[in-house]
């Protein structure tokens, strides 16, 4: 089983920034992309980005030049740097794992609590 612990959210001023970090744990042979989604009131759960264990990185076009992720796989942890940030960012902000654990072929996927970010306009 893999556990995903995310901290960083908060409330922050439009045009600030946050950090986001979601910490891996567990027992499982890999975690294979990683990755951060978001669910606004009323909207349903997007993609935000993702991130291979060899790097490649996905953005949905919204956050396409203000936010990056990245990922330390010695820490088991992946990154969510936002800048730039809008109200309509505001969210809650889920990490994404998938993983394989041992003994088994399959992949499987987990999801952190989640951790709201509030951006004031």
């Known amino acids: 089983q893999v556990q995903l612990v995310e901290s960083g959210g908060g409330l922050v001023q439009a045009g600030g920034s946050l950090r986001l970090s979601c910490e891996a744990s567990?027992?499982?042979?890999?975690?294979?992309?990683m990755g951060w989604y978001r669910q606004a009131p009323g909207k349903q759960r997007e993609l935000v980005a993702t991130?291979?264990?060899?790097?490649?990185?996905r953005y949905v076009d919204s956050v396409k030049g203000r936010f990056t992720i990245s990922r330390d796989n010695a820490k088991n942890t992946v990154y969510l740097q936002m800048n730039s940030l809008k109200s309509e960012d505001t969210a809650v902000y889920y990490c994404?794992?998938?993983?394989?654990?041992?003994?088994?072929?399959?992949?499987?996927?987990?999801w952190g609590q989640g951790t709201q970010v509030t951006v004031s306009s």
């Open positions: 994404n794992a998938r993983a394989r654990l041992i003994g088994s072929p399959y992949e499987y996927e987990y």
């Open positions: 567990g027992s499982y042979f890999s975690i294979n992309a």
């Open positions: 991130i291979t264990s060899g790097g490649s990185t």
